[in-house]
C-alpha cells in the first residue's frame, strides 16, 4: 500500500475520489491539505478558459502598414506594423501542419502590393500583454529553459530554440555547434560540462536580454546533443526574421526592426491590413496543453482571460479571472492559492478535494464538458501519460492529466471501474523520498483497486 511506503514517511498526501452520479465521496485522505500541484493546476487554467473564452475563440495575427504607400514608386513612408493577438500556438511545434509557411504567405502579399523600399521599420505590435512575460514567483532556474518560456503579447515557435552540441569524455567542455533557428544565435556563456548520461543542464536568460549563460551538466560522448531553451524577446525576434526575409526579396528598409515595447510612442491607428493568420480553435489549442502539458499555452491563457475580461494583459488579472470561476462553479476555494496558470511557481497550492470538484463541475454541469474530457490523455497512449498505467485494466477506463516536479507527483481525472461507477479523483504528493516511478507505480496500485473493486 502506497501509504505504507518508506518514501512517503515524511511526505504529504492529498486524495479525493468522487462519484460523478452523485458527488459523493468514494475514497478520502486529507483531501483538505493544500499542497504543491506542478501541472495538475492547468486543469483549472483550462477549464476557464474553455467556459469563459468558449471552445471556437480563436485568436488573430495580423500584418499591415502605416503611412502612405507610393504604389507607383513602391515607396512606403510608414512602418510594417505585425500586431500580436496572444496567440500561443503561431509557428508551434505542435501545429506545424496548421500555420504552414506563414511568413512566406506574408511575404508573397508584400511583394503583391508592390513594395520596393520602406521610409520606416518592420515594428511588432506585443502591447496585448504586459510587459512581464515570466510570473514573478517562478524559478530563476527555470525561466531560460524552454519550459519557463514566458507568455509575450506576441509569441513564435513556442517561444523556443534549440542548442545543439557535441560533447567528449567526463570533465570535458561541451561544444556548441549550432543553433535552430540560426537567427537565435544570442550570446552565451558557455560554463556546461560533460558529465554521465543524464541531463542536468540550464539556460539561463532573463526576459528582453540578449546575454545569458549554460550551466550544469550533460551527456558525455554525443554527436549531437540539444538543449531547448526559451527566448527573451519572440517580438523582437520575428521583428528581426520579417525584416531579413524582406531583405532577401530586395525591399530597402531605412530602420532596424522594433516592438511596441521599445517604440513607446508607436501609433497603432490607421494601420491597413495587409493579412492575417487566424489560429486553431481553442478547444484544439487546450487539447495540446493538457495533451503534452505544455506551460506556455496555460500562462497565454491566463493573460487572454484577464485582457477579454479586465481589460488587463496580465497573470493577476487572469488570476482574479480563476479564482472567480472555482467561486461560480461551487467548488470549495479553501486551500487553493494561484500564483500562475501553469503549475511551475512552487507557491501554488490546491486541494486534491478541490480539484475533484472542479473535475466533478466539468463533466457534469459545465456548458464545454464535451470538449473538456477528451483534452485529457488516455492512460498508457497519449502525451504524458503514453508510458504511465499501461496495465489493461486501465485501457479505456482513466483519462488525467499528470503533473511533476522536484518532489512533487499529481494526478488527476476521470476513471471508469469494473462495476460500471464514473469517478473522478485527484492525487497530490508532496516532498517523497527515493524515486518518482516507485511513486507512480503506487499510485498506479490504488487506482487499479478502484477501478476493480470499486
Not at 51 to 71: A, D
Not at 243 to 250: E, I, K, P
Not at 321 to 333: K, N
Request: hydrophobic share 35%; charged share 25%; proline share 4%.
Amino acid at each position: 500500500m502506497l501509504l505504507a511506503d518508506s518514501s512517503l514517511a515524511n511526505s504529504s498526501l492529498s486524495l479525493c475520489i468522487l462519484d460523478l452520479s452523485n458527488a459523493e465521496t468514494v475514497i478520502e485522505h486529507n483531501s483538505r491539505k493544500s499542497l504543491i500541484p506542478a501541472s495538475v493546476l492547468k486543469l483549472f487554467t483550462s477549464s476557464a478558459a474553455l467556459e469563459l473564452l468558449g471552445p471556437e475563440y480563436r485568436f488573430r495575427t495580423k500584418i499591415g502598414y502605416n503611412g502612405n504607400l507610393n504604389k507607383k514608386s513602391g515607396r512606403l513612408e510608414g512602418n510594417i506594423i505585425i500586431t500580436g493577438s496572444g496567440d500561443p500556438a503561431l509557428g508551434s511545434e505542435y501545429f506545424k501542419e496548421y500555420y504552414r509557411n506563414f511568413l512566406s504567405n506574408w511575404m508573397t502579399e508584400i511583394k503583391n502590393l508592390g513594395i520596393k523600399k520602406i521610409e520606416g521599420k518592420v515594428i511588432t505590435d506585443d502591447s496585448r500583454f504586459d510587459y512581464q512575460p515570466v510570473p514573478s514567483k517562478w524559478l530563476w532556474e527555470d525561466g531560460g529553459n524552454y519550459y519557463g518560456a514566458g507568455a509575450y503579447g506576441l509569441s513564435i515557435f513556442d517561444n523556443t530554440f534549440k542548442i545543439h552540441f557535441r560533447t567528449e569524455g567526463d570533465g570535458s567542455i561541451p561544444v556548441i555547434t549550432r543553433f535552430v533557428p540560426a537567427v537565435c544565435r544570442f550570446e552565451l556563456s558557455n560554463r556546461l560540462t560533460a558529465s554521465g548520461n543524464s541531463d542536468k543542464g540550464y539556460v539561463f536568460r532573463a526576459p528582453y536580454m540578449n546575454y545569458g549563460w549554460l550551466a550544469g551538466t550533460i551527456p558525455v560522448n554525443r554527436d549531437d546533443f540539444v538543449l531547448k531553451a526559451s527566448i527573451t524577446d519572440p517580438p523582437l525576434l520575428l521583428a528581426e526574421i520579417i525584416d531579413n526575409m524582406l531583405d532577401s526579396m530586395g525591399v530597402d528598409i531605412s530602420g532596424d526592426p522594433s516592438t511596441a515595447r521599445i517604440e513607446t510612442d508607436l501609433s497603432v491607428e490607421k494601420i491597413i491590413d495587409i493579412a492575417e493568420v487566424v489560429s486553431p480553435p481553442l478547444k484544439d489549442i487546450i487539447e495540446v496543453l493538457n495533451h503534452e502539458s505544455v506551460n506556455l499555452y496555460a500562462e497565454h491563457l491566463v493573460k487572454e482571460m484577464g485582457r477579454v475580461f479586465n481589460n488587463r494583459g496580465t497573470t493577476s488579472a487572469g488570476i482574479e479571472l480563476l479564482y472567480r470561476f472555482i467561486e461560480d462553479s461551487g467548488i470549495d476555494s479553501r486551500g487553493i492559492f494561484l500564483v500562475d496558470g501553469s503549475g511551475l511557481s512552487p507557491l501554488n497550492g490546491i486541494t486534491a478535494r478541490g480539484l475533484a470538484e472542479l473535475l466533478f463541475h466539468m463533466r457534469k454541469k459545465a456548458k464545454y464538458s464535451d470538449d473538456f474530457y477528451p483534452s485529457l490523455p488516455e492512460a498508457g497512449m497519449e502525451g504524458t501519460l503514453k508510458n504511465y498505467f499501461r496495465d489493461p485494466v486501465f485501457s479505456n477506463n482513466m483519462r488525467a492529466k499528470s503533473g511533476s516536479m522536484t518532489r512533487v507527483v499529481s494526478y488527476a481525472g476521470y476513471i471508469k471501474t469494473a462495476s460500471d461507477r464514473n469517478l473522478a479523483f485527484s492525487i497530490i504528493i508532496n516532498n517523497y523520498s527515493g524515486s518518482s516511478q516507485r511513486i507512480v507505480r503506487g499510485i498506479e496500485e490504488i487506482l487499479k483497486e478502484v477501478i476493480l473493486y470499486k
